[in-house]
């Protein structure tokens, strides 16, 4: 396994001090750079993980944050921090673009080849960035087929990729198919991959913790989204030396 350097960052954004993980890769010169946007409830270290993993494929990756350090346990406050956040797509462009400054930021990193993948309200924050305009190379979503405001992704200049459970209550089929409109008559290069009897948040291995109805871990589904999202970055930003690591982080 290569060895990868990591350490945390602390930057302002949305009026809270946010907390980011970033991952470099083993060598020296510019690489290609990846954000990485957890699900709601927080960054923790599973999601820390996903940044280590890209860096040993050879991406700088920042696992950034999105609620001020903190680690929701109870859904219900999860849901009342998240809620407001989803609804203003300023406000996650916003925190988008706080993690994308500091990812700029490392002297490691390409400034011209950044791809945004996240997860649920990450997922979100990475479509709003390709909606205002950001000169990305590659946008991957999990369980974040949101819509944006009218005409806007019209500005998206990257290829998408989006993927959703089948039986994920919060993005239902409506959703998708919202969704799916948007970037088509956008003309937007996009993909739409639903995974057959997954939930919502199937990405995300079991943690001690309350979880929402409709929520729910499927391992298999778990690793062909993450080999899609690593096929994705192969395609459209390639690492132009040999690495390894494919395998989802381990819970």
């Known amino acids: 396994m290569t060895t990868v350097e990591t350490r945390t960052v602390e930057y302002p954004a949305d009026g809270l001090t946010m907390t980011g993980h970033l ?3 083993a060598g020296a010169g ?3 750079a990846v954000l990485v946007g ?7 270290d599973f999601q820390r993980r996903r940044a280590d993993a890209l860096a040993e494929l050879g991406y700088v990756a920042l696992a950034f944050d999105i609620n001020g350090g903190r680690w929701f346990t109870d859904p219900e406050k999860m849901l009342a921090h998240v809620t407001p956040l989803l609804a203003d797509p300023d406000r ?11 990812l700029r ?6 400034p011209d080849r950044i791809a945004a993948v996240g997860y649920g309200t990450g997922g979100a924050i990475a479509l709003e960035l390709g909606r205002d305009g950001v000169n990305l190379r590659a ?11 009218p005409g806007e992704a019209a500005r998206i200049r990257c290829p998408v990729w989006a993927g959703v459970g089948s039986e994920d209550p919060i993005m239902p089929p409506a959703q998708r198919d919202a969704f799916a409109a948007e970037m088509q008559a956008a003309g937007v290069d996009w993909r739409l991959v639903v995974y057959g009897g997954a939930l919502h948040a199937f990405h995300h ?3 001690d913790q309350a979880v929402l109805p409709g929520v729910g871990y499927h391992p298999r589904h778990a690793q062909r989204a993450w080999r899609d999202i690593v096929g994705l970055l192969a395609e459209c930003l390639p690492v132009t030396e040999s690495a390894t690591a494919s395998a989802l982080p381990s819970s």
């Not at 930021?105 to 390409?110: G, H, K, L």
């Open 23 to 25: 991952a470099l890769p």
């Open 205 to 207: 291995p079991p943690v």
């Open 38 to 44: 957890p699900e709601g409830t927080g960054l923790n």
């Open 30 to 32: 510019l690489r290609p």
């Open 139 to 149: 946008i991957g979503t999990v369980n974040a087929t949101t819509t944006g405001r």
């Open 105 to 110: 930021a490392e002297p490691r990193t390409d």
């Open 92 to 102: 996650m462009r916003d925190i988008g673009h706080a993690a994308l400054d500091v």
